[in-house]
């Protein structure tokens, strides 16, 4: 038997949670069919998350492609289809994969399991970020580098800890509703072992102590705390989290059942969310939003 | 003696031909280890140049992994004593960073407060800097250092304003750190020549 599940007709890290949810009560080896006929939008994290999604599946998954044209061909530009191909059976029109060209995309989804992937990843990004956010986002040219670095690190944790591949998008567009600016987002999600795990390996916990999902997310994100001893380690979410703060962007990780998030003023989101559904790995995502005057 | 090491054809000899950019952990060992092999073939006290002038990004994990881990290889932090069980540096090394964009800069002066090292550094204009942790009195102490172009205990007490036992005290720890080299009875600022 497939289990049909209702891919939203707008895809980002909010709206993923209710594919989560459909998922939950399904045991791994279940097979799925994933609807997205009836969308019309997805964020990278979003289009991101549904590969990792098919990562995480025994029992190799189905997609519905969407079924509005403009959809359909963003989705084959930003890569996705080339991807998925690979890790659903797919049904419906799937339109041949293209080459970016949008200013949009900023970087088209990206497989990252090793070093080398890293260096083309910021070698790609360098030359169209310089631009865009200068130009689009009126931000300080001084941005750029820091950007190039914050991507770097985010991918970095896949390499360092997933123990798989994973993949990374990178997408500006305008966020009327939430923002009404234009933002530029970092997504970053692997199905590897998650922070709980990662840190588990090292450290050794004792018995009775709480440790959880969130309290692993606390240790890396606040405390800058690694599964390596080197007083060195950890220095990549610290410097996400410098960069995120001094351009007044939000930083969210979500990780197995818990997700945090470093928030700005602009956003209303919780500090830490508990008792989601379980999504194995780390799914990464930084959003720096237009100044709205140049800096 | 002077070494000259430029990173960003350390970079290509030892990872890729085709890189220009300093990012990833595996990416900094290797270059770290090639610096290491040059600095192994220097028999008395040298000088290194560090220059990363042809260098693109640095990331948070490459910095640590050349810079940071290069300074405590061979310098000595502050917190060490005699005594410590620390392995001594394997060469009597200075280094002096040039070349450093403001986004290196950011990246380089992370890694070197979480570790609480520090280092000098060239500007464009020629001029020293000091990154990294240091305190109010090392900090004046190298100041005047540089300023004075040589000095000894007694120059640092006036300049700094302490005893001169105290001055003894910051040019050894400074010393100590690869901040300043001694000659003879007098100390120069790494970077400022004998």
Known sequence: MTTVINVPPSLDDRTFETILQQLAPLAPDEKVLLDARHARWASPYGLTAMLV????????PAFYAPEA?????????????????????MHGSVPRARAATESDVLLEITPVSKSEDVHEVVGRIQSKAQAILAKELNLDPRAT????????????NIVEHAGRGGWVAVQTYRWQKRLGRRVVQIAVCDAGVGFRQSLESAQGRR?????????????????????????GRGQGLAGIRRYVGRWEGKLSIRSGTARIAIVPSWDEDVPLEEQLPPFPGAQVLITIPERSTPR | MINHIDLGTVL???????????????????????????LAEAKDRTLTVI???????????????????????????????????????PRDCYFLFKGVSDSHLDAIDAVLQRRGLALVAKGDDERLLLIGTVDD???????????????????????????????????????????IMRFDEGYVAVGAGP
């Not at chain 1, 999604?53 to 190799?60: G, V």
């Not at chain 1, 009775?208 to 001893?229: C, H, K, N, T």
């Not at chain 2, 940071?68 to 004593?81: F, I, M, N």
């Open chain 1, 69 to 89: 044209e403009d959809t359909a061909s963003y989705w084959a530009r930003a890569q996705f289809f080339r991807y998925a191909e690979g890790l659903f059976e």
């Open chain 1, 145 to 156: 580098m820091g950007f190039a670095m914050t991507l770097s690190e985010a991918c970095q």
């Open chain 2, 137 to 179: 009195r090392e900090r004046r102490a190298w100041e005047a250092v540089t300023r004075l172009g040589r000095a000894v205990p007694a120059d640092i007490a006036m300049e700094v304003g302490v005893e001169e036992p105290q001055a003894e005290s910051l040019l050894a720890t400074l010393s100590r750190r690869r901040l």
């Open chain 1, 53 to 60: 999604l098919a990562q995480t599946r025994a029992e190799r």
């Open chain 2, 51 to 89: 220059d990363f002038t042809h260098v693109g990004l640095l990331d948070f994990s490459c910095a640590d992994e050349i810079v940071a881990k290069l300074l405590v290889s061979y310098c000595e932090p502050s917190g060490d004593r005699p005594g410590s069980g620390r392995v001594a540096p």
């Open chain 2, 12 to 38: 290509r000899k030892t990872v890729c031909d085709l890189y220009s950019d300093l990012v990833t952990r595996p990416t900094g060992a290797a270059v770290r280890t090639g610096i290491e092999q040059q």
């Open chain 1, 207 to 231: 018995g009775g102590e709480r440790w959880d999902d969130a309290m692993a997310l606390e240790d890396a994100v606040i405390r800058s705390v690694s599964r390596f001893r080197d007083a």
